[in-house]
């Protein structure tokens, strides 16, 4: 039998809106030694034999955007390669690195400064088709809009119910240090905030933020030699849904359900609403807390919205959900996938502090990136 692959050191830096006293290699560095430290571990053979990272070329300004952080993650001592996706794609391909046998001990690592670009959306617009898409002026932003309105009217959800999720998440991200968002809202301040691309309103939206996480993976023979509290990855999956906007359902996710089916089965979860302690979604907007949470078999089709407003996804509740204040909170659109694993991590091993969800076995870590949640990855982690 193939060892598991355990997470045996995280870190992350503190997400801001302009990290303008830090470049992004300064970033990547802060979190890399992080890990190392943590682990006592150096690069070459039989320390950190491989690296996996996650980065952007339009976002860094520059082609190539792994190549200036090279050395940081020890690529002249081995290989390492680029996931320009969500950067749990990144996790995940390291993971495989390491049930494979390529590598014993990889490194990850993801960065993203949203404050450099003049305009996130002018970025995003670059995701579409140059022939038709991208001549009616779509972006991330208004593909998100389009797929709001088509969901609350598929199945009648009330205003309230997304808004709800906005404050679970601010009340968790009060508790979490490396939020960039922490103060509360109410229902009627997200209600109320500046209406930025109908229906969504500016607090319903998530903020430009700089960031960088790091994690090191390895074997099951090393990791416990490593880690007093490795996190075992028992599960992952992912999955694209179609590249026009208009050949999707977008009142619902095909391609988070099967990302997620695949996760399950290959973690032998068959009810997740029972099994899961908790869950980290990397909804960037209000409405897809509701959306995701159906799609991935928490509540059926268009009951999310009364599940959420019932407080059963809060902290101390039944399925807390977003314990760290979530993407909503704040955490780049590349690396926010890799801040729910990290959360996921740090609540496994029970070092969350105020926000700890009692007795926390089993997580389920997500991310997505495309347009309308076109491409989806989904983790399962656990501590045992």
Not at 60 to 76: E, F, K, N, Q
Not at 95 to 103: F, L, M, T
Not at 129 to 148: E, H, T
Request: glycine share 10%; charged share 20%.
């Amino acid at each position: 039998m193939a060892e598991r692959v355990g997470i045996v050191a995280v870190a992350q830096t503190r997400f801001e809106s302009h990290k303008w006293n830090q470049r992004f290699q300064e970033m990547v560095w802060e979190v890399v030694k992080s890990v190392r430290d943590q682990t006592g571990l150096s690069f070459g053979k039989g320390q950190i034999d491989n690296a996996v990272t996650c980065s952007d070329d339009f976002f860094d300004c520059r082609t190539i955007s792994d190549a200036p952080i090279g050395d940081l993650v020890g690529a002249h001592y081995g290989s390492e390669e680029k996931a320009s996706q969500d950067g749990i794609q990144a996790l995940f391909y390291a993971a495989a690195c390491v049930a494979s046998g390529h590598s014993e001990i990889t490194i990850v690592v993801g960065h993203c400064k949203e404050s450099q670009a003049e305009s996130r959306n002018m970025i995003t617009h670059c995701a579409f088709d140059p022939i038709f898409s991208r001549q009616v002026g779509l972006d991330y932003l208004n593909a998100a809009a389009l797929q709001a309105r088509m969901y609350y009217e598929c199945f009648g959800v009330p205003k309230e119910a997304p808004a709800m999720a906005v404050v679970r998440d601010r009340k968790h991200g009060k508790l979490n240090p490396y939020a960039q968002i922490q103060n509360e809202v109410s229902v009627e301040e997200v209600l109320n905030s500046k209406m930025v691309c109908d229906p969504l309103r500016e607090m319903e939206i998530y903020p430009v933020s700089d960031g960088a996480v790091a994690f090191i993976v390895a074997r099951e023979s090393r990791a416990k030699k490593l880690c007093k509290k490795p996190v075992w990855i028992l599960g992952a999956g992912n999955c694209y849904d179609a590249y026009f906007l208009g050949d999707r359902k977008l009142w619902n996710s095909a391609s988070l359900k099967l990302a997620g089916k695949r996760a399950y089965d290959m973690a032998g979860i068959k009810n997740p609403k029972k099994e899961l302690d908790l869950l980290e979604l990397s909804a960037g907007y209000s409405y897809e807390e509701l959306l995701f949470l159906e799609a991935l078999g928490i509540c059926n089709p268009g009951k999310a919205g009364a599940y959420v407003m019932s407080g059963a996804t809060d902290l101390g509740r039944e399925l807390p959900v977003n314990t760290s204040g979530g993407k909503l909170c704040g955490s780049p659109i590349m690396i926010s996938g890799m801040a729910r694993a990290a959360e996921c991590v740090i609540q496994l091993r029970g070092e969350a502090g105020q926000r700890q969800v009692e007795g926390a076995k089993t997580a389920l870590a997500h991310g997505t990136t495309g347009p309308a949640g076109q491409h989806h990855c989904v983790m399962i982690l656990s501590n045992r």
